[in-house]
């Protein structure tokens, strides 16, 4: 799989969109790019995954470049419940596989 | 309401005692998962499961069991040959394992200390 790069932490206002960036140089062309969170002592959350094409669902959007080298987690309007550390995980969804998460950044929302 | 469950959400053994970690999910799901969290760490997966009555060994089995006799539950024993059994565990659980359809959903997770 290929390897990511998050910022560690990031801060964001309460009701404003949040911007997580994730870098996927080494993205290969069936890896899919895929967004967890884990709010302190709970299981992760899955929120988001996507090829090449932007995605949107009820939680966020993922906005994919054409390189697909990086990609953007957005919030649309941050709450206090999305403070959370966020996992960028790229993968090729196939057989019964671990997940690896790095380090992740670590989202503060500020009221 | 459909999910994945963990129980109980704490659990304190003994050393030399074995403990089953219960996991149950009603989403129909063929594949589930078990993962090991330690604390600043991230997953670790024990071992998995793609259908009922199969189950294969993740990165770090040692010390620990599974069964998978029913499609809805996945059962975790740590026995007490697993050497450093405090962490966090997680369940999980995909359509399937392999394809588009193989996202991962976790349950709320068991934090099991050994005092």
């Known amino acids: 799989d290929a390897k990511t790069t998050q910022p560690p932490s990031m801060d964001c206002a309460e009701g404003r969109a949040a911007n997580l960036p994730c870098n996927h140089s080494?993205?290969?062309?069936?890896?899919?790019v895929y967004w967890y969170r884990q709010i302190h002592s709970q299981g992760p959350q899955y929120i988001i995954h996507g090829l090449k094409n932007n995605e949107t669902n009820e939680m966020a959007s993922l906005i994919i470049t054409e390189d697909r080298k990086s990609s953007t987690l957005i919030l649309p309007h941050a709450t206090l419940r999305d403070t959370a550390v966020y996992y960028c995980?790229?993968?090729?969804?196939?057989?019964?596989?671990?997940?690896?998460f790095g380090q992740g950044t670590r989202l503060t929302i500020n009221p | 309401d459909g999910g994945i469950t963990q129980s109980p959400k704490y659990l304190f053994r003994k050393e030399g005692q074995n403990v089953t970690l219960s996991c149950e999910q009603n989403l129909n799901h063929d594949a589930m998962y078990w993962y090991r969290q330690d604390p600043g760490q991230g997953l670790r997966l024990i071992y998995y499961s793609q259908i009922v009555n199969d189950f294969q060994k993740g990165d770090i089995a040692e010390g620990y069991s599974v069964s998978r006799e029913k499609k809805e539950s996945f059962p975790l024993t740590v026995t007490s040959a697993q050497k450093n059994p405090t962490a966090f565990y997680l369940c999980?659980?995909?359509?399937?394992?392999?394809?588009?359809?193989?996202?991962?959903?976790f349950g709320p997770g068991t934090r099991l200390t050994v005092l």
């Open positions: 995980i790229v993968r090729v969804p196939q057989g019964a596989q671990k997940l690896v």
């Open positions: 080494t993205i290969s062309g069936n890896e899919y």
């Open positions: 999980a659980s995909s359509i399937s394992a392999g394809g588009v359809r193989d996202t991962q959903y």
